[in-house]
């Protein structure tokens, strides 16, 4: 066939590494001392001291090329001067920070995260811009007391060229799209096994790089009564960006003989954050889930009879979170049960969600703070040891894609606050209170997800684990993305 392109867990479980050589025909493709403190002059100085050594040692003019041979090693137990010895200075001098704000001491805290932003390079090591990206997260809240449950600056700044780089380098760079997709595809394919008229409501479509390989993989499992038909409805909140999506799959699904429809339903824009990277202002993924619940159960979302409906909810589920409101003992997910009832309603054939492993939603800011560092210390550590030293793209997805989630972790409140991740947990209690029950992802979805890690991202480093019914995607013991299938 002629191939086409198309731009905690329980420490019981057994971790698997990606070494697999199985085949697929899917797969084408605490908290430390303050400043105020006795150390307070050593942190100082020591920051001084770091910044003249690394300016010292540069040689290349070019920030670009700027970086370091030697990395930090968490099991070295005597790291090498210079910003190796940053790397744990740097991330208590944080944590100070953090610490200063949520005590109140903001002059204090702004003298630490400027400090922290002059030291720390955007170029350096993983350790060196991970700090980078959190002091200015820090810096921004400082900055902006009165502006916490506004839109992000930055965001609402970046262009939608820079947004739809960094998402396609997200995507090319680092497999943590790429198995969402791919083993959503997999429940998403076996559950509409045999079926003959096949419907896709895709939420937060964006440029629909996950449906290639599915169209793909439908048209070789064909048999003599030809393929099924396709629809996908893709949902966003840029018509013209899902209509050149739409244009662009017809084209692809057309070349596979496929009969396929794509039907654009554009979903309410509000004044508070997206994350996706079409939109070219600040914009929210939903204004209210009120407004998209009754886009499901109104004109604007067809179900044809005799067809079987797949709901695909990747990196989605987290942007319907809100605060938690204690007057009506709201735990902050009403209106996303709201909606998961109104998806219960249609009666698919199967709902697939991937979210990140990670605890972001705590409304306590200094708790916030900690899980973020953590979970994007390992984010970083994963690009550092795969990706080149001079990698553009790593650079975009650090400073445009990833910078932005951190700063909208960081430095926003309230509705402000869009990147409420949750760990599996959280998803599975609240997709079984909607009515929900799992529907296994088979050991093929976990064959392919080693594959796509041996094929495209061979390190160590990658591993997949199975628990219960879910599957996880970490770097090194840390799981950072999950996938589960429901029905």
Request: hydrophobic share 35%.
């Amino acid at each position: 066939m002629q191939t086409h392109q198309f731009q905690s867990l329980h420490p019981s479980l057994t971790l698997l590494s990606s070494s697999s050589h199985s085949k697929s025909i899917l797969f084408s493709v605490s908290l430390l001392a303050s400043l105020s403190s006795p150390h307070h002059h050593s942190h100082l100085e020591m920051l001084s001291s770091l910044k003249s050594h690394e300016e010292g040692d540069q040689e290349d003019p070019d920030p670009h090329n700027h970086h370091h041979q030697q990395r930090s090693n968490p099991h070295q137990p005597n790291p090498p001067h210079g910003l190796i010895s940053l790397s744990a200075h740097a991330r208590q001098l944080l944590i100070s920070c953090a610490e200063r704000i949520h005590c109140g001491d903001l002059p204090t805290a702004r003298r630490t995260a400027s400090l922290l932003s002059a030291a720390a390079s955007p170029y350096g090591d993983s350790a060196d811009r991970l700090t980078h990206q959190f002091a200015r997260a820090l810096s921004l809240r400082l900055d902006s007391p009165s502006r916490l449950a506004s839109p992000s600056p930055s965001a609402a700044s970046s262009s939608s060229e820079a947004l739809q780089s960094s998402y396609l380098s997200l995507n090319q760079v680092t497999p943590f799209l790429r198995f969402a997709h791919l083993t959503a595809n997999q429940a998403i394919l076996e559950a509409l096994d045999g079926c003959r008229r096949i419907h896709i409501l895709d939420f937060d479509t964006s440029h629909g790089v996950q449906w290639p390989p599915l169209l793909q993989a439908i048209a070789e499992r064909s048999n003599a009564d030809g393929p099924p038909s396709i629809r996908i409805t893709g949902t966003g909140t840029d018509l013209s960006v899902l209509r050149r999506t739409g244009d662009r799959l017809q084209t692809f699904a057309h070349s596979l003989g496929l009969q396929f429809q794509f039907h654009p339903l554009l979903l309410p824009i509000s004044s508070t954050n997206s994350s996706s990277p079409s939109s070219s202002t600040s914009t929210s993924i939903l204004s209210t889930t009120t407004t998209t619940t009754t886009n499901l159960t109104s004109s604007s979302f067809q179900l044809h009879p005799g067809e079987t409906l797949a709901v695909n909810c990747v990196l989605f589920l987290h942007k319907l979170l809100q605060d938690q409101d204690s007057r009506s003992e709201d735990d902050g997910s009403r209106e996303l049960r709201a909606f998961l009832q109104a998806v219960k309603a249609l009666n698919p054939a199967a709902v697939t969600v991937a979210e990140r492993e990670a605890s972001h939603n705590s409304p306590i800011f200094l708790q916030r703070f900690m899980e973020a560092l953590d979970y994007y210390t390992v984010v970083f550590e994963s690009l550092e040891a795969t990706l080149p030293p001079r990698s553009q793209e790593r650079l975009a997805v650090e400073q445009v894609w990833l910078g932005r989630e951190i700063e909208d972790i960081i430095a926003r409140e309230g509705e402000g606050r869009r990147e409420r991740h949750e760990r599996i947990a959280r998803w599975e209690g609240l997709m079984r209170g909607a009515g929900f029950s799992n529907l296994p992802l088979s050991p093929f979805a976990l064959s392919q997800a080693k594959l796509l890690l041996r094929l495209h991202y061979p390190s160590e480093g990658y591993q997949l684990q199975m628990a219960g019914d879910s599957i996880f995607l970490g770097w090194q013991n840390k799981a950072l993305f999950s996938v589960s299938s429901w029905r």
